[in-house]
Every structure is written in C-alpha cells, then in structure tokens.
T-cell receptor, first 111, second 114 residues
C-alpha cells in the first residue's frame, strides 16, 4: 500500500464549477499537509500549507484536513481555465523535513 | 534573481556521456533537495543536503553523484546513465529541513537518455 494515494484523473470540469481534489494516507504520524500546483513544463508551486486538522482558506482555495479519517482535500471555487494544472498533495511527519507526495491529479477546466 | 533556478532546462545525452545539472536558490535557505519526477509516478526524493551536509541518500544508484559546495548551490553529476533515467529532475529548497517545512521548487531539468 502506498503511503499517499491520489487519483491521477484526469478530471475535466466546466468553468465556474467547484472542484474537489483529495488524498488519503496511511501514516498517522503525518502532521503537515501541503498542496502544490504544477503547470506543464514548470516545477511544483506551493499553493496551501496546513498543520494538523482543520480548514484553511485562501481566496478561491480551501484546504481541509481530517486526521481521524486520514483524508485531505483541496476545494477550488469558481474554477477558471488558468486552474488547469496537475495538483500534488504532500505531507510530512513532525520530526523531519521529508515530504511524501501523491501521484498528482490532472485538472482541466474548460471555458 | 529570485526563487530556485535550474540549468539546463533540457538535456539530451548518450549513455556514456558525463554531464552535470545545476541548481541555485536565492531564498536564503539551508536545506536543498534533488527529486526525480517520472510520468504517472509520485515525486521520488533522491538526496537531501542540510547546511551543506548530505543527510539522506534514498538508495540512489552511484551513477548519480550530488555535490553541495554551499547552501545556495547544488549539483547532480551524471555518468553512464540508463534509458530509465530519462525524467524531469527537480531541485527544491527549504529553510533548514526541519519539522515539515514547505519546499520551494525550481522548474526542473528535462533529461533524455539516448
């Protein structure tokens, strides 16, 4: 079993839709959770960073962490064609800087 | 310049060549990382350097040889590579490699082995 599971998609939605991206994990020691966005031919860009359980909102993006279910989500409201990218979840234990990444979900937002 | 810069952006080499990838970060960070990104697979951590000292080698074949002369620069020396080594090689940095700090990535070097 992989430490972090993420559906690779692709996920195709119309412009303006609410997008839900998810990851599950098996290591209960993970405490730090991140979402990265990666455009084609570019490196991953940090989008959201959260510690432990709860929600965090930044503009159209909301990150949720449910440690009891070992499940994290990224919601994108009013999705735009410029949101078309691959979204990577990443997480880390509390005592190291090592990040474990999901496979990434490819999102396409159609005008 | 800002962020993390990687050169070259693209590299094509034969299996017997020797080449080097370069990474430079302008964020004042003290930890630097090499990752391999292949299609349909999660990012694979290769090496970690913290304050110029190698702190992790994730069972990487010896045909990949990292070098970190200072906290701002990281190199990956390549020799006698195999076709399966073709991938995007990403460099990242973080403040000091501690306690789940976010990492900041460069745009990578796309490596193709003939």
């Amino acid at each position: 079993q992989k430490e972090v599971e993420q559906d690779p998609g692709p996920l195709s939605v119309p412009e303006g839709a609410i997008v839900s991206l998810n990851c599950t994990y098996s290591n209960s020691a993970f405490q730090y959770f991140m979402w990265y966005r990666q455009y084609s031919r570019k490196g991953p860009e940090l989008l959201m960073y959260t510690y432990s359980s709860g929600n965090k909102e930044d503009g159209r993006f909301t990150a949720q962490v449910d440690k009891s279910s070992k499940y994290i989500s990224l919601f994108i409201r009013d999705s735009q064609p410029s949101d078309s990218a691959t979204y990577l979840c990443a997480m880390s234990e509390g005592d190291t800087g090592k990040l474990i990444f999901g496979q990434g979900t490819t999102l396409q937002v159609k005008p | 310049e800002t962020g993390v810069t990687q050169t070259p952006r693209h590299l094509v080499m034969g299996m017997t060549n020797k080449k080097s990838l370069k990474c430079e970060q302008h964020l004042g960070h003290n930890a630097m990382y090499w990752y391999k990104q292949s299609a349909k697979k999660p990012l694979e951590l290769m090496f970690v350097y913290n304050f110029k000292e190698q702190t992790e080698n994730n069972s990487v074949p010896s045909r990949f040889s990292p070098e970190c002369p200072n906290s701002s620069h990281l190199f990956l020396h390549l020799h006698t590579l195999q076709p399966e080594d073709s991938a995007l090689y990403l460099c990242a940095s973080s403040q000091d490699g501690q306690r789940g700090q976010p990492q900041h990535f460069g745009d990578g070097t796309r490596l193709s082995i003939l």
